[in-house]
């Protein structure tokens, strides 16, 4: 179907450039609104590699953990004021949301 292939590349383009992305060197060991920066990261990130590695579906477990992640990246963005903090954060909000949308 057209419109899961664009999805699927839009998921794939945004997981790249996070791939390619270096975590913001000022948040490593951070916690913002009571959320650890890298774990934010890093279960997003690995909900999101799940999600592509199972043909764009996830578990029930896996959809729960990336709908808290989003609402505390929705804590998180408005005390981020760096551009490349803004920049990574904000790609990974959109990834966490077209995967949970899509999973």
Known sequence: MRGESEYEAVVDRLW??????????GLRGAELAGHDMVMLDADVAG???????????LDAWRHQVLHGRIAALEKVLPLLTDAQELRY????????ALTAEAG
């Not at 790249?16 to 060197?25: R, V």
């Not at 999101?48 to 579906?57: A, Q």
């Not at 954060?89 to 966490?96: K, N, S």
């Open 16 to 25: 790249q450039e996070h791939l390619d992305a270096a975590f913001p060197a």
């Open 89 to 96: 954060f904000r790609r990974l909000r959109r990834l966490a």
């Open 47 to 57: 909900c999101v590699s799940t999600w592509r590695d199972n043909g764009g579906s």
